[in-house]
Structures are given as C-alpha cells and as structure tokens.
C-alpha cells in the first residue's frame, strides 16, 4: 500500500520519499502505481475496438455501449485494486479462495437458481447473483500455484495426485451445472499451472492417451444439448434453420466480409438479425463481416500481443507462484480467444465461451481483469535486487 | 550455506524450466493463431463468393406482385364480376410468444361457435415452412376486423390481411356462364407460367373466367425486398409493376339472363338467345343453377357432394352440355335440307293418311294425329309439324345427305367462339353407327333423325345457334361471349366461320319463314295460343324430345309416367321475321309437349328483348327530335 501512498502524494504536489536503503534503482511511476503500462494500453486499445463493434453488433444501440463501458470500468477497477495486492499476500490467500469458492459451488449445486436451463447462478436475495464458477477461473490456477509453489519442481507423482484432486472437484461441479465451457476453461487453468510447473513429457504423453481414451465416457454424460452441438459442429447442414443456423450464419457473415469488409453498420447478416448472439458470444462474426480478414487479422494480432506481453511478464516473475499463476492466467486468456474464434468460424464446436473484453457481458470482464490485475502484481512487486 | 545454494539452484532450475515450458507454450499460441487466420483466409478469401451469394440470398427476397383480375360486365356495363377486399387472419407462430393464449383470446375475440374451434386449432399448425403465416379465417366481417384493430397490442405475430376475392353479384343466374375462379391445385399449377402465376392464387375453373383467362389476369410484376431473418421487409431494392387483366364486356344481357332464369320457373332445362345478324350470344342459361362466389374460397367438402349429388344436376351447364333429342325443331332444317338436294320444292305436296311407311315394309310411322293431315304442302308441314311428311322427305335424301346439310347448321359441331365445354352433340351417319355398334344403317332409322329423334342429339346452344342462321336467311355468323376485350372490339367476322348456305331460290326462305310464322299466328299452329297478340312477326316451332320411348301402338299419357320420364319441351323461335334482331332455343326437361309449355318461354324472351329494342330506338329518334 505504500506506492498507492506514494502516488497520492505525488498528485498532491509533495516530493515523494525516496526509496528505503538497500535499493540501487528507484521505481517507475508506472511500478509504484502497480500497473503495467504496455499491457494497460493493449487492454485499453482492444476495449476501446470493441465497443465499436458492440455498437454495431446490438443494432446501434448507445445503452448497451454505456452498459458495456461501465462494465469495462469497474472491471479496470478490480484489476487496479488487485494489482495492489502483493503475490504473497495472494498465495496467502490462494487456499481461502479456492475453498470458498467451491463452498459457494456446492450450494449452487445444492439451491442454485435456474436460469437459461442451468444451475449457474448463486443468488443473494436482494444483493446480488453471480456465477461461482466464473471465480473459480482464478482460484483454481491461484489455488494449484500456491500449492506447487511450495513444493520442489518438477513435481512429483503424489503432489500430482494432489493436484489431480484440486482440480477435479470443482471442475466436476462446474460441469454438473451444466456448464461444459466453464468447466473446461477452469480444467485448462488448472492443466496449465501443472505443465508450465514443468510436468515430464512422458506424463504429458500418458495423459493425453488417458484423455482421449475417456472421451467416449464425457460422450455419454453430456446432456443432450452438448451431444446435439457437437453434431452439429461436425454437419452444420444437418439442421440448417435449427442448431446447425449459428454456424451457418457466423460463418457466412465472416466470408461474406471478404478482405475489407462492408464497413461499419453495412454488415447485412449482422444488421439484419441472421446472427444470432451477435453482441454476445458470435460478436467476432460481425467483426469479420464489417471489417473484413483486416479486421480480423489487426484484433488477432493485438491478442497476439497482450499474450506476447503477458508471457514476458511471467517470465519476469521472482518465484514459482508468479510464474505458474501468470503464465496460466495469460495462456487461459488466449484459450478463450482461440475457442471463441474457432467456434464462430466453425473449426470447433459451438461452446458459451465469450470473446474476450469484446462480448457483452460483465462476470467474464471482471475476472479477466481481475486475472490482468494479479499479473501485474505478480510482475510490480518484484523485489528488484542488486546485480 | 549449502541448503540456501541448493535452493538457489532449484530457483535457477526452475526459472529455466519455466522459460522453456513457456517458450513452447508461444510457439503452440502462434501455431493456434495461425490455424485461426488460416480458417479466416479462406473463409473471406477462398470462399468469399460463395458467401457473399449466401448473404445476399439471405437478404433480398423477390416477391411477386399479383396482377388484379380484369373485370366482367355485361352487354350494358352492368358489373357480373368484380373484385372485392376481403380481409383475412394469419397467423406466425414464430412471432407469437404464447400460442395457446393467443388462440384462446382469438376464439373469444371472434365469438367462434364451438363445432369450429378445433378447426381453427387446427389450421394454426398449417404451413410450410418456418416464419410462414398461417391463414387460421378468411372473410372477417367488419365488427371482427375492428375487435381484432383493439386488441392489437396483445395479438404479437397475428395479423389481417387484405385480399382481393373474386365476387359474382349475380352468382345464381350467371353461374353457369361466367363460369368461376377457384383455387389453382397442384395440377393446373403445372401448366401455367410460373412467374406469371407466383403471387396469383387463384383462376377460372369454367365458363367465361376459364376462356379468357389469359385476358383477365393480366401480368404478373415483381419487387426485390431487403428482409430481415424474421422475414419482415425492411425496404424495397427494385418493382416492377404488375400489369393488370383487361376487363372483359359480354355480350350477355343481365336483364334477359335474369328474365329467363324467372321464366324457367325452377324447371331444369335451358334458354339460350342469340342476336342471328351479330351472333352476340344475349342470353344463356341453364336451371337450375348455383352460387359460383362458393366455390371462389373453397366449397366445403359437405355442400360440394350436395351439389354434386343433387338430382337436378344444377353444376352442369345444360345450354352449352346437354344433349338432346330436337325432335320437331329440327323440321324446318330438314326442309331446308330437302330444298338445298332438290328432293323438293316449297309447292310440291304429299297425301298424310296419318303415318308412312317405307316400301316393302309394313311397319307403320306415326303422324302424331293419328287421322292425318291430308294434303300437306312444305309450308304447312311446318306449321302443323307433319310427321308423314318429313318421313317421306328423310327417306327420299337418305342419311348421307341428311347428314351432310345438318352440320352445315352447326349440328354434330362445336358451333361457338368462346363458349367453354361446348358439346358437340350427336349427328348420327353410316360411319359413326358402324364404329359405335358395328351394325349398318336402317332406313327406318333415318325416318327417327327426320323427326329429330333416334340417335340425334343437340345442344341448345346448337339449336339456338341454327335457328339464328335460319333467321339470317343462311348468313353465318359465329355466337360469342365477349363483346370487348380490354378496349378491342371482337369483331362480328371471325375466323373459321361456317359457310353460308344457300337455296336456288332466296324466296324459298320466305316460305320457311311463313311455315314457321303460322307456327305461332296460323290457325293450324301448334304454337298459337302463345302467339296471340303479337305486335311483330314472329317465326317459331315446336318440338318435343322423346325421354321414353313408347312401343309401337302404345298411347301416351303424360299423367301415368313418372315426372321424370315425361317428354321434354323444346321449343325455337326468331323475331322479328324480316330483320331478326333475336333467335331463341328454349328446352324445358320433362314438361310435356312443346306448345304447351316452351314456346310461352320463347315468346316472352322475344318480347322482352323487341320491346327494349324499341325503347332504345325511341330515345334515338327522341333525341334526334331535341336536336
């Protein structure tokens, strides 16, 4: 808390304190204030693309923009204040949030409210509702970073079992919801934090043959409508004006667009209605459709280099709780990228996982910046040594 | 000091793993990216065509527009058929949020007696594809209209239509033929144009609306739309206007159309009246008849058997389908026949005993009185409709002959331009009786034809349309319908007209005229009560079609057979004599002999049609004397 005193000051107009003894160079503003300025203006670049298109993609409406931006805000807000939090006092508090996070899984499981035909939703009578499993995003990579932090790398086979239970409890929960895409994006922040702790390529090996071979079983206990997806991702045709029309629409809206696209507000799948959840989930499509593989190439590239960027930073880390949290955090990032793109263009199936910081919708914004803030704690608080 | 290098090695171990692990973890971030941007490269690059097509076939839809139907009058612009809005409820499920309260607030809305509601249900389900209304009512009244206006607001996807239905304000006496629109079925879609017929549901079944359908619809237009995915119409990208049908004038009469539907007094039969110097068909009608505006939205299926299956047969067009026997209408014929051969001349005379007979056969042929006539000229064999005499005529031309000169007259033809479904009736020779039973031909059947009996058989149309030639001293002229199409005149001279016929002598008509004259005004005519008083001279004859056919010596007695098996009444007429101005066939099913019935038919016809004759030219002379 002292850079947030020493910045204070600074706007005051008083002369800030020099540093303690012991330390050879003095911290940027930027590092006092714990905010990472490359990252911030990439973020704020692509909010910034992105309430363009929502404008476009909610059929010109200025309320769902302002709706978005305050969303946006807050969530700035929450990254701001996390980045204050020093790594320690977060792998501190990793076990306490992981463990409330499942209690609050449990009792949605327990007595969550249905909504949209799942279990999703925990709500506190006339203060709020929110989705556990969209905390557990950042308490579970926080939660197995802590654990492994302690322990020697690479880790052996009990702390892998260990590991293994962590992640498999609320992942289980999540999915129960039902919530494949959660639960799945929840499982990769958790793969992460063990693969980049630097899990054996052979075991790597094993579990992608134990994986493969337990996908006949997943099969089997997806709900109807996950199975009816997947077929439908594999023959879009099969059911042109039913579940096959997302992709069918998305698709054509983004090849329609052809290089330069048909300018803003001129996209006819998107201004029409022919997309469906086209401010949501399938908002990429009316990128591609306006803008064109111009477009889509410029919001790719700037994801490309807010991964690039938060790679750096977790390289920059001092210990294994920084590292393994940041680079799982930043790979998940591109995990939702990559899904959501993917599925609006029909290489993978159709899973509810946003665009990120472009879709409307406030839970994921707030904990991808959420996750942002704790990079750049991670990579602020670096005690900056001697050489 | 060696457990802190230790963890600093570890550190240091660590660190490296990380970068490696996290080295591949951006090479593996890249590849990804790069299978995306592949994806996106042939999507808007490759495949950039194919899309683009289908968003522009997602967008713009091209709908036809309609044509409006030309419409019918008659000979004096009075308005026979006409295009009426009427306003139908649809229905998009897609639209509706609650579809059984929807339903629900609909039947109470419309006050719909129970028997119906299921049905109403029922045709919300029907519809092809998706975002398509359903026609759940047609032809709202106007307080169902302004309830349905009110309640707007919480009928979402429920909408009134406006159509334009065909209307016959005068369905029951012009049935028959106008003919009527309906449905087009699956069938008939299959031989129209489609591009011409897209937005059109409906065209002529029968009569009239069937023959000049071409006329009456018109062109069909087009307009591009830009929709949304809903299917709403957001603007109009191009349209070209529909060009509509002409409106068809017949040469119909709705005053004397409706004179002789009142004549026929609920009889079956059929009056058809011809303007012989035009061939202006002024009247035609078949009893009883029905109301076409039934089967322009669809009969139900319970009223079509009704009509189908009533005995009268009120569907089927008599004047232009209903064959007949001529019986003594087809005299005058056969003596023009007789004098075209030569066989005889108007004073030759023959001796009735009171029936004929062939040579060598014993076999007597009737007179129908059975004392006979005595000494019978050609012009009293008209007027008293000798049999003897034209048994002995028959026989003397032979079948061939007979044959050859009544279809001069139009008989065993389709005579008209435009009447649809004519029939072309019987005229029985050699030939047709050896492919339709194998056997040669009697002599004693062709006695039977020169009565008009045996295997002939007429339509009125036909007896109408000869009689009209009769009365123009043998100048054909082709019987139509249409008087003007759009704003062309049909002309009186069509092609493929018959040729005239002609008699050595022209005063030889005259003396057909004077038989047929008495026939009315003689004190021998069989016609002549009905005669009485007239104020302009008027040919007829009589004529009485055979249902039953009575043995040999058998008398008849029109009380001990059943109604049904009773004679029909035929009866033919044209007035005024000396400038025909109308020509007229009456038959009337099972009423007996023809001057006691038919022929009061025709005189009425005749008067009503003279006397307007005459108002009209009164007021031109009125006019002139103003002037």
Request: proline share 5%; glycine share 8%; hydrophobic share 45%.
């Given at each position: 808390?002292?850079?947030?005193?020493?910045?204070?000051?600074?706007?005051r107009?008083?002369?800030?304190?020099?540093?303690?003894?012991?330390?050879?160079?003095?911290?940027?503003?930027?590092?006092?204030?714990?905010?990472?300025?490359?990252?911030?203006?990439?973020?704020?670049?692509?909010?910034?693309?992105?309430?363009?298109v929502?404008y476009?993609?909610?059929?010109?409406?200025?309320?769902?923009?302002?709706?978005q931006a305050?969303?946006?805000?807050?969530?700035?807000?929450?990254?701001?204040?996390?980045?204050q939090?020093?790594?320690?006092?977060?792998?501190?508090?990793?076990?306490?949030?992981?463990?409330?996070?499942?209690?609050?899984?449990v009792?949605?499981?327990?007595m969550?409210?249905?909504?949209?035909?799942?279990?999703?939703?925990?709500?506190?009578p006339?203060?709020?509702?929110?989705?556990p499993?969209?905390?557990?995003?950042?308490?579970?990579p926080?939660?197995?970073?802590?654990?492994?932090?302690?322990?020697?790398?690479?880790?052996?086979?009990?702390?892998?079992?260990?590991?293994?239970?962590?992640?498999l409890?609320?992942?289980?929960?999540?999915?129960?919801?039902?919530?494949?895409?959660t639960?799945?994006?929840?499982?990769?922040?958790?793969?992460?934090?063990v693969?980049?702790?630097g899990?054996?390529?052979?075991?790597?090996?094993?579990l992608?043959?134990?994986?493969?071979a337990?996908?006949?079983?997943?099969?089997m206990?997806?709900?109807?409508?996950?199975?009816?997806?997947?077929?439908?991702?594999?023959?879009?045709?099969?059911?042109?004006?039913?579940?096959?029309?997302?992709?069918?629409q998305?698709?054509?809206a983004i090849?329609?667009?052809?290089?330069?696209?048909?300018?803003?507000?001129?996209g006819?799948?998107?201004?029409?209605e022919?997309?469906?959840?086209?401010?949501?989930?399938?908002?990429v499509a009316?990128?591609?459709?306006?803008f064109?593989?111009?477009?889509?190439?410029?919001?790719?590239?700037?994801y490309?280099?807010i991964?690039?960027?938060?790679?750096?930073?977790a390289?920059?880390a001092q210990?294994?709780?920084g590292?393994?949290?940041?680079?799982?955090?930043i790979?998940?990032?591109?995990?939702y990228?990559?899904?959501?793109?993917?599925?609006?263009?029909?290489?993978?199936?159709v899973?509810?996982?946003?665009?990120?910081?472009v879709s409307?919708?406030?839970?994921?914004?707030?904990t991808?910046?959420?996750?942002?803030?704790?990079?750049m704690s991670?990579?602020?608080?670096?005690?900056?040594?001697?050489? | 000091?060696?457990?802190?290098?230790?963890a600093?090695?570890?550190?240091?171990q660590?660190?490296?793993?990380?970068?490696v692990?996290?080295?591949?973890?951006?090479?593996?971030?890249?590849?990804?990216?790069?299978?995306?941007?592949a994806?996106?490269?042939?999507?808007q690059?490759?495949?950039?065509?194919v899309y683009?097509?289908?968003?522009?076939n997602n967008?713009v839809?091209?709908?036809?527009?309609?044509?409006?139907?030309?419409?019918?009058?008659?000979?004096?612009?009075e308005?026979l058929a006409?295009n009426?809005?009427?306003?139908?409820?649809?229905?998009?499920?897609?639209?509706?949020?609650?579809?059984?309260?929807?339903?629900?607030?609909?039947?109470?809305?419309?006050?719909?007696?129970?028997?119906?509601?299921d049905?109403?249900?029922?045709?919300?389900?029907?519809?092809?594809?998706?975002f398509?209304?359903?026609?759940?009512?047609?032809?709202l009244s106007?307080?169902?209209?302004a309830?349905?206006?009110?309640?707007?607001y919480?009928?979402p996807?429920?909408?009134?239509?406006?159509q334009?239905?065909?209307?016959?304000?005068?369905?029951?006496?012009?049935?028959?033929?106008?003919?009527?629109?309906?449905?087009?079925?699956?069938?008939?879609?299959?031989?129209l144009?489609?591009?011409?017929?897209?937005g059109?549901?409906?065209?002529?079944?029968?009569?009239?609306?069937?023959?000049?359908?071409?006329?009456?619809?018109?062109?069909?237009?087009?307009?591009?739309?830009?929709?949304?995915?809903?299917?709403?119409?957001?603007?109009?990208?191009?349209?070209?206007?529909?060009?509509?049908?002409?409106?068809l004038?017949?040469?119909?009469?709705k005053?004397?159309?409706?004179?002789?539907?009142?004549?026929?007094?609920?009889?079956?039969?059929?009056i058809?009246?011809i303007?012989?110097?035009?061939g202006?068909?002024?009247?035609m009608?078949?009893?009883?008849?029905?109301?076409?505006?039934?089967?322009?939205?669809g009969?139900?299926?319970?009223?079509?058997?009704a009509?189908?299956?009533?005995?009268?047969?009120?569907?089927?067009?008599?004047?232009?389908?209903?064959?007949y026997?001529?019986g003594?209408?087809?005299?005058?014929?056969m003596?023009?026949?007789g004098?075209?051969?030569?066989?005889?001349?108007?004073?030759?005379?023959i001796?009735?005993?009171?029936?004929?007979?062939?040579?060598?056969?014993?076999?007597?042929?009737?007179?129908?009185?059975?004392?006979?006539?005595?000494k019978?000229?050609l012009?009293?064999?008209i007027?008293?409709?000798n049999?003897?005499?034209?048994y002995?005529?028959?026989?003397?031309?032979?079948?061939?002959?007979?044959?050859?000169?009544?279809?001069?007259?139009?008989?065993?033809?389709?005579?008209?331009?435009?009447?649809?479904?004519?029939?072309?009736?019987?005229?029985p020779?050699?030939e047709?009786?050896?492919?339709?039973?194998?056997?040669?031909?009697?002599?004693?059947?062709?006695?039977?034809?020169g009565?008009?009996?045996?295997?002939?058989q007429?339509?009125?149309l036909?007896?109408?349309t000869?009689?009209?030639?009769?009365?123009?001293?043998g100048?054909?002229?082709?019987?139509?319908?249409?008087?003007?199409?759009?704003?062309r005149?049909v002309?009186?001279?069509?092609?493929?007209?018959?040729?005239?016929?002609t008699?050595?002598?022209?005063?030889?008509?005259q003396?057909i005229?004077?038989?047929m004259?008495n026939?009315?005004?003689?004190?021998?005519g069989?016609?002549?009560?009905a005669?009485?008083?007239?104020?302009?001279?008027?040919?007829?004859?009589?004529?009485?079609?055979?249902?039953?056919?009575?043995?040999?010596?058998?008398?008849?007695?029109a009380?001990?057979?059943a109604e049904?098996?009773?004679?029909?009444?035929l009866?033919?007429a044209?007035?005024?004599?000396d400038?025909?101005?109308?020509?007229?066939s009456?038959?009337v099913e099972?009423?007996?002999?023809?001057?006691s019935?038919?022929?009061?038919l025709?005189?009425?016809?005749?008067?009503?049609w003279?006397?307007?004759?005459?108002?009209e030219s009164?007021?031109?002379n009125?006019?002139e004397?103003?002037a």
């Amino acid at each position: 808390m002292t850079a947030l005193n020493d910045l204070a000051r600074s706007m005051r107009g008083r002369p800030v304190r020099p540093p303690q003894s012991g330390m050879s160079r003095r911290k940027s503003l930027w590092m006092r204030a714990h905010v990472d300025p490359w990252l911030l203006l990439l973020l704020l670049v692509l909010m910034g693309a992105g309430l363009v298109v929502l404008y476009s993609a909610s059929g010109q409406s200025m309320a769902v923009v302002e709706a978005q931006a305050i969303r946006l805000g807050v969530a700035l807000l929450v990254m701001f204040l996390l980045a204050q939090l020093s790594p320690v006092t977060l792998m501190r508090w990793s076990p306490l949030a992981y463990g409330g996070t499942l209690l609050t899984l449990v009792a949605v499981e327990v007595m969550g409210d249905v909504g949209m035909g799942a279990q999703r939703w925990l709500v506190i009578p006339g203060v709020m509702r929110f989705q556990p499993s969209e905390l557990m995003k950042l308490a579970m990579p926080m939660m197995l970073a802590a654990y492994l932090g302690r322990r020697q790398l690479p880790p052996r086979l009990p702390d892998l079992l260990v590991c293994a239970l962590i992640l498999l409890v609320p992942v289980v929960l999540i999915a129960r919801q039902p919530d494949l895409g959660t639960s799945l994006l929840v499982a990769m922040a958790a793969v992460f934090v063990v693969l980049l702790a630097g899990l054996s390529w052979r075991f790597i090996a094993f579990l992608s043959v134990l994986v493969a071979a337990a996908l006949p079983l997943l099969w089997m206990n997806m709900h109807a409508y996950q199975q009816q997806r997947v077929l439908t991702f594999l023959n879009p045709e099969s059911d042109p004006l039913g579940a096959g029309w997302n992709i069918i629409q998305s698709t054509t809206a983004i090849g329609s667009g052809g290089v330069f696209g048909k300018g803003w507000l001129e996209g006819t799948q998107s201004q029409l209605e022919f997309l469906p959840e086209r401010h949501t989930d399938f908002i990429v499509a009316v990128l591609g459709e306006e803008f064109g593989l111009v477009g889509m190439l410029a919001v790719l590239c700037l994801y490309l280099l807010i991964v690039a960027r938060g790679l750096w930073l977790a390289n920059g880390a001092q210990d294994s709780f920084g590292r393994l949290l940041a680079g799982s955090i930043i790979l998940t990032f591109f995990i939702y990228v990559f899904v959501n793109v993917g599925m609006v263009s029909g290489i993978l199936p159709v899973v509810g996982v946003p665009l990120p910081l472009v879709s409307f919708g406030g839970t994921s914004s707030v904990t991808l910046m959420a996750g942002f803030g704790i990079l750049m704690s991670i990579h602020s608080h670096r005690r900056l040594l001697p050489r | 000091m060696r457990k802190h290098r230790s963890a600093l090695k570890n550190a240091r171990q660590e660190l490296h793993t990380f970068r490696v692990r996290s080295l591949v973890a951006a090479f593996v971030v890249i590849l990804l990216t790069g299978a995306l941007m592949a994806r996106l490269v042939y999507l808007q690059v490759a495949q950039h065509e194919v899309y683009i097509t289908r968003s522009e076939n997602n967008r713009v839809r091209v709908e036809p527009l309609p044509p409006t139907r030309g419409l019918i009058f008659d000979r004096n612009g009075e308005l026979l058929a006409e295009n009426r809005p009427t306003y139908n409820l649809t229905l998009v499920r897609e639209r509706v949020e609650d579809i059984d309260a929807t339903l629900e607030l609909l039947i109470n809305l419309l006050d719909l007696p129970e028997a119906e509601i299921d049905a109403f249900r029922e045709r919300s389900r029907q519809r092809q594809r998706p975002f398509q209304p359903a026609l759940l009512m047609s032809d709202l009244s106007e307080e169902q209209i302004a309830k349905l206006a009110v309640n707007r607001y919480r009928l979402p996807g429920v909408e009134v239509e406006a159509q334009l239905l065909r209307y016959y304000p005068d369905a029951e006496i012009m049935s028959h033929a106008l003919g009527f629109v309906g449905r087009i079925n699956a069938e008939e879609l299959k031989e129209l144009d489609p591009g011409n017929y897209a937005g059109t549901h409906f065209m002529g079944k029968t009569g009239v609306e069937l023959f000049y359908e071409k006329e009456l619809h018109g062109q069909a237009g087009l307009r591009k739309v830009e929709t949304n995915a809903r299917g709403r119409v957001l603007r109009e990208l191009g349209r070209t206007d529909p060009v509509p049908g002409k409106n068809l004038t017949l040469t119909l009469d709705k005053d004397l159309q409706s004179l002789a539907v009142d004549l026929m007094d609920g009889r079956r039969g059929s009056i058809v009246a011809i303007a012989p110097q035009t061939g202006e068909i002024l009247a035609m009608v078949s009893t009883p008849g029905f109301d076409s505006n039934q089967f322009v939205t669809g009969i139900d299926v319970a009223s079509y058997r009704a009509l189908q299956n009533d005995i009268d047969l009120p569907l089927f067009n008599r004047a232009a389908r209903g064959q007949y026997p001529a019986g003594s209408t087809v005299k005058p014929f056969m003596a023009l026949a007789g004098l075209m051969e030569g066989e005889i001349t108007p004073k030759q005379t023959i001796y009735d005993p009171g029936y004929y007979q062939l040579p060598n056969d014993s076999r007597r042929y009737r007179n129908w009185l059975r004392w006979g006539h005595g000494k019978v000229d050609l012009e009293r064999a008209i007027t008293v409709s000798n049999n003897t005499y034209f048994y002995s005529l028959a026989h003397e031309l032979g079948i061939d002959a007979i044959n050859e000169h009544m279809h001069e007259f139009g008989f065993g033809e389709r005579v008209t331009e435009d009447v649809h479904g004519e029939s072309k009736g019987l005229m029985p020779s050699r030939e047709w009786k050896r492919a339709r039973f194998n056997q040669p031909w009697y002599p004693g059947e062709t006695l039977s034809v020169g009565i008009g009996q045996g295997y002939l058989q007429i339509t009125p149309l036909q007896l109408a349309t000869a009689t009209a030639v009769l009365a123009n001293r043998g100048h054909w002229v082709k019987p139509r319908l249409a008087k003007e199409i759009g704003d062309r005149e049909v002309p009186v001279d069509l092609p493929d007209t018959k040729q005239d016929i002609t008699l050595e002598s022209s005063e030889w008509w005259q003396d057909i005229y004077a038989g047929m004259e008495n026939v009315l005004s003689g004190r021998e005519g069989t016609a002549r009560r009905a005669g009485k008083g007239l104020e302009y001279r008027m040919g007829g004859k009589s004529g009485t079609a055979q249902v039953f056919s009575l043995g040999q010596d058998e008398k008849y007695n029109a009380d001990e057979l059943a109604e049904r098996l009773r004679d029909h009444a035929l009866f033919i007429a044209f007035a005024p004599v000396d400038d025909p101005q109308i020509a007229i066939s009456v038959v009337v099913e099972n009423a007996g002999g023809g001057s006691s019935h038919a022929s009061y038919l025709a005189r009425d016809m005749a008067d009503a049609w003279i006397s307007d004759k005459d108002d009209e030219s009164e007021e031109a002379n009125g006019t002139e004397d103003d002037a």
